[in-house]
Nanobody, 124 residues
Framework: QVQLVESGGGLVQAGGSLHLSCSAS????????MAWFRQGPGKDREFVVA????????WHGDPAKGRFTIAKDNAKNFLYLQMNRLKPEDTGVYYC?????????????????WGHGTQVTVVA
C-alpha cells in the first residue's frame, strides 16, 4: 500500500512559479513510476507529467512541455513538480499518482494510488 500526500499549491499570478511536493509511504518507492495529473473546474482529470522508478526517465504531457519539471528523490520518498511561467489555464487540483508496477504511463486508469490533491490557482 502506498499513501501519497501533496503540498505546495496556492495562488499565484500568471507568469509566476510554484513548487509542488508529494510525500510517499512504502518501501518500493525507488521502483515506482509516478506522475502528476490535474483537474480543472468542470474538466476531466488530465495527465501532466510522469517519471519512472529510478527518476531518470520522464514523459511530459502537452501542459508540461517547456514549463514544468518533474523530479523524484528516492532517498526521501518525495516527488516534485516545478511549474514555471504559469497560466490561468493551469488552474486546478494537482494530484500525485503512483503505479503498483510498470513503467511510466499517461492514462489515469494505469495508476493505482492517488493523493487527495493540492489546489493551484493562477490569476491573470
Amino acid at each position: 500500500q502506498v499513501q501519497l500526500v501533496e503540498s505546495g499549491g496556492g495562488l499565484v499570478q500568471a507568469g509566476g512559479s510554484l513548487h509542488l511536493s508529494c510525500s510517499a509511504s512504502g518501501s518500493t518507492f525507488s521502483t515506482t513510476a509516478m506522475a502528476w495529473f490535474r483537474q480543472g473546474p468542470g474538466k476531466d482529470r488530465e495527465f501532466v507529467v510522469a517519471i519512472d522508478g529510478s527518476g531518470t526517465g520522464t514523459w511530459h504531457g502537452d501542459p508540461a512541455k517547456g514549463r514544468f519539471t518533474i523530479a523524484k528523490d528516492n532517498a526521501k520518498n518525495f516527488l516534485y513538480l516545478q511549474m514555471n511561467r504559469l497560466k490561468p489555464e493551469d488552474t486546478g487540483v494537482y494530484y500525485c499518482a503512483a503505479r503498483r508496477w510498470g513503467t511510466v504511463a499517461t492514462k489515469k486508469e494505469d495508476y493505482d494510488y492517488w493523493g487527495h490533491g493540492t489546489q493551484v490557482t493562477v490569476v491573470a
